[in-house]
């Protein structure tokens, strides 16, 4: 059997998906690394797993597997978590994938400030030989000094057919409040690169 045998699913599908992937987390509080869940048909577990019965919601076309934490800086993308991404494959009934990952949100104003960062690293490397990663590095520093940095909660979700959509969650102001809470948008222009990755685990071969 191979992904093309479990048909389509609706955006909506994929949506309840990646908000679920949010809700997973949540009671774990914040300062958490990346966590990866791949996307199965929720009929096909069924079928599958026959003891998993009373754990499906029957009423979702998805259902999140969880996998291992992944290794990274809470605070926003790394290394690391490239390299895990560049190294994913996924099983035929593994039919899309999803990322929950916390990241740091800045007002609009602050495009400057990051723009003169990264001329300041290029500036004092050498262009010819300059790595990417010194680049990230002088914006993420920039992002985590400034006054109007928010902290949230990021999901970014794809399936094989290129169906994507990501979530975004501000981590709330006032701490002491165990009622306060954020709500969900849709953020889908936010983490093109991100989509992109795992959208790769999902069409690799090896």
Do not use: K, N
């Not at 006054?147 to 981590?171: E, Y």
């Not at 165990?178 to 983490?191: S, T, V």
Request: proline share 8%.
């Amino acid at each position: 059997m191979t992904h093309s045998d479990f048909g389509t699913y609706r955006e909506a599908s994929l949506g309840r998906a990646a908000a679920e992937a949010m809700e997973f987390v949540d009671p774990r509080g914040w300062g958490q690394p990346p966590q990866l869940f791949a996307l199965v048909p929720t009929s096909l577990l069924a079928q599958s797993q026959p003891e998993w019965a009373d754990m499906l919601d029957d009423g979702t076309e998805l259902t999140l597997i969880e996998q291992e934490p992944l290794p990274g800086d809470p605070a926003g993308a790394s290394a690391e978590l490239d390299h895990v991404l560049g190294t994913t494959t996924w099983p035929d009934e593994v039919v899309g994938c999803a990322l929950v990952q916390e990241v740091l949100v800045l007002p609009p104003d602050a495009e400057a400030d990051l723009d003169g960062a990264l001329l300041a690293e290029l500036h004092r490397s050498d262009p010819a030989g300059s790595d990417p990663s010194d680049a990230d590095r002088a914006a993420r520093e920039v992002a985590h000094e400034h006054p109007g940095r928010r902290h949230a909660r990021m999901c970014a979700a794809v399936l094989r057919d290129g169906q994507r959509i990501t979530l975004l969650q501000l981590r709330p102001q006032d701490e002491d409040d165990p009622f306060a809470h954020e709500d969900i948008l849709r953020a889908d222009d936010m983490a093109p690169g991100l989509i992109d990755g795992l959208l790769a685990t999902l069409d690799r071969e090896d």
